[in-house]
T-cell receptor, first 116, second 110 residues
């Protein structure tokens, strides 16, 4: 069974860069599928952030593209998310996910709060 | 990418059926048979209930069904049960590995 586990600091200061890691177990990222990130502000809906393939090819939500970097480390079976110049509006639960045309496996999510 | 349009709320009594709609465009819902529905209980991660418009993952009750007509997808929950009360989100593949979500529908079991 594919399992995804997000990790990172729970609190980030405004204007800084948010960095998250997702560790995948039960499936090798290098075997295929797209992997990516989704976020959900408190009390709000889901927003796709972006995806990455094992080759490193990335696709980003146009609204976040200028601030987002997604990378993959196949040796550690991990993917990472960096979101720069964060503001309070970036406070959200961040989920990593596997994409098989659409999401088929979700991580449990991690709450990231942007505050000084 | 624009969000898909869902009604903010839906409700039904135990045993009844309820249908939630999800309207997109020919660039997402209408263009691909990769619409999924997710159930989310408070404080929990979303759970896949329907994928590829109408397929159910193992373990999802057959009370949940999905369909699509044109640019609108629908989720029907039959024989409503108390545990079905949750937020439901639709999602569609939108080309070039992009995914778009609906705004979510809060389902209340009366």
């Amino acid at each position: 069974q594919v399992q995804l586990q997000e990790s990172g600091p729970g609190l980030v200061k405004p204007s800084e860069t948010l960095s998250l890691t997702c560790t995948v177990s039960g499936y090798s990222i290098s075997s295929g599928y797209y992997w990516g990130w989704i976020r959900q502000p408190p009390g709000e809906g889901l927003e796709w952030i972006g995806n990455i393939y094992r080759s490193g090819t990335t696709y980003y939500n146009t609204s976040l593209k200028s601030r987002v970097t997604i990378s993959v480390d196949t040796s550690k079976n991990q993917l990472s998310l960096k979101l720069s110049s964060v503001t309070a509006a970036d406070t959200a639960v961040f989920y990593c996910a596997r994409f098989n045309w659409n999401v088929d496996f979700w991580g449990q999510g991690i709450l990231i709060t942007v505050s000084s | 990418q624009s969000a898909l349009t869902q009604p903010p709320s839906a409700s039904g009594s135990p045993g009844q059926s309820v249908t939630i709609s999800c309207t997109g465009t020919s660039s997402d819902v209408g263009g691909y048979n990769y619409v999924s529905w997710f159930q989310q209980h408070p404080g929990k991660a979303p759970k896949v209930m329907i994928y590829e418009v109408s397929k159910r993952p193992s373990g999802v009750p057959d009370r949940f069904s999905g369909s699509k007509s044109g640019n609108t997808a629908s989720l029907t929950v039959s024989g409503l049960q108390a545990e079905d009360e949750a937020d439901y989100y639709c999602s569609s593949f939108a080309g070039n590995s992009k995914v778009v979500f609906g705004g979510g529908t809060k389902l209340t079991v009366l």
